[in-house]
């Protein structure tokens, strides 16, 4: 039996995405994307939750998310978990669990190309 990492969301951006470059000159874009869940609870009222996932860009996907991606925006991601740790400045570890992204299409109409590239 074989391994599988894969998660699909679509959502909504919280934010623009922040794009930074690493030393040796690859571009890499974060962004916060907001997924709704939705339910009746045992009083028949709707309730909602919303779950904020931490999703990483690279390459030309990042470039995509730079030009064609705003915060409001619908778009659709699929990729892989993947939990990074790190000692922060007060010595304590730290993890923080990200999607990393190899698919963006963006789903609202008109508003630019709805898909990164290399998706």
Same mark, same amino acid.
């Given at each position: 039996?074989?391994?599988?990492?894969?998660?699909?969301? =679509? @959502?909504?951006?919280?934010?623009?995405?922040?794009?930074?470059?690493?030393? &040796? @000159?690859?571009?890499? *874009?974060?962004?916060?994307?907001?997924?709704?869940?939705?339910?009746?609870?045992?009083?028949?009222? !709707?309730?909602? !939750?919303?779950?904020?996932? &931490?999703?990483?860009?690279?390459?030309?996907? *990042?470039?995509? *998310?730079? +030009?064609? =991606?705003?915060?409001?925006?619908? =778009?659709?991601?699929?990729?892989?978990?993947?939990? !990074?740790?790190?000692?922060? +400045?007060? +010595?304590?570890?730290?993890?923080?669990?990200?999607?990393?992204?190899?698919?963006?299409?963006?789903?609202?109409? @008109?508003?630019?190309?709805?898909?990164? *590239? @290399?998706?």
């Amino acid at each position: 039996m074989s391994n599988l990492n894969k998660v699909m969301l =679509i @959502g909504r951006v919280g934010q623009d995405p922040e794009v930074r470059y690493t030393k &040796s @000159g690859q571009v890499v *874009a974060d962004l916060r994307l907001a997924t709704n869940d939705f339910w009746k609870d045992k009083q028949g009222a !709707r309730q909602e !939750r919303t779950e904020w996932h &931490s999703i990483v860009l690279w390459g030309q996907q *990042a470039e995509f *998310a730079q +030009n064609y =991606i705003k915060k409001g925006r619908q =778009i659709y991601v699929e990729g892989r978990l993947q939990t !990074r740790d790190w000692t922060d +400045n007060q +010595n304590v570890k730290r993890y923080k669990t990200e999607v990393v992204a190899n698919t963006v299409r963006t789903l609202d109409r @008109g508003e630019g190309p709805a898909e990164g *590239a @290399g998706a």
